[in-house]
């Protein structure tokens, strides 16, 4: 018996597959339990409509994602720190800090776990900071740590 899958089922299929199960299987599980429904030609033609709509969803998506990699590469971020002698910074620059300051100064909106800082920035300087944005799409922004407006640079 054909039947499409209502829901991820194990060792069987993902949700919208078609798959071939035994009668007993199908009457005695999965449409009782509501996992799956049958494969009739109405419902197979509408399972590739949204197949090939969700299809075209992650095709856009993924362009805009590799539209925001490249204006992601052009960011160069400045973040202003307290330090203390020998430049030493007081505390670090971290993900979240990185993340407040691009929604700032560029209105991008990512989440801290987008950025893979191998550890928190604790010295003046210029990073490289990578952007994981998909699977399959990264990018770089520029950070540049420096001196607060309020101190004097030795």
Known sequence: MR???RTDVPKLGKTGEICEVSAGYAR?????????YPATPGA???VADEQRIKQRRVEKEHRSLLELAGQLRD??????VTVGAQDQLYGSVNEREIVEALKQEYSIE??????KLEEPIRQLGV????????????????????KSDGQHQS
């Open 3 to 5: 039947v499409i899958l």
């Open 28 to 36: 005695n599980f999965l449409l009782p339990q509501h996992l799956a």
């Open 44 to 46: 197979e033609a509408k």
């Open 75 to 80: 960011v160069s971020l400045t973040i202003a």
């Open 110 to 115: 990512l989440e801290e776990k987008n950025l």
């Open 127 to 146: 990073y490289r900071v990578p952007v994981r944005l998909a699977e399959n799409v990264e990018s770089m922004v520029t950070v540049w740590v420096v």
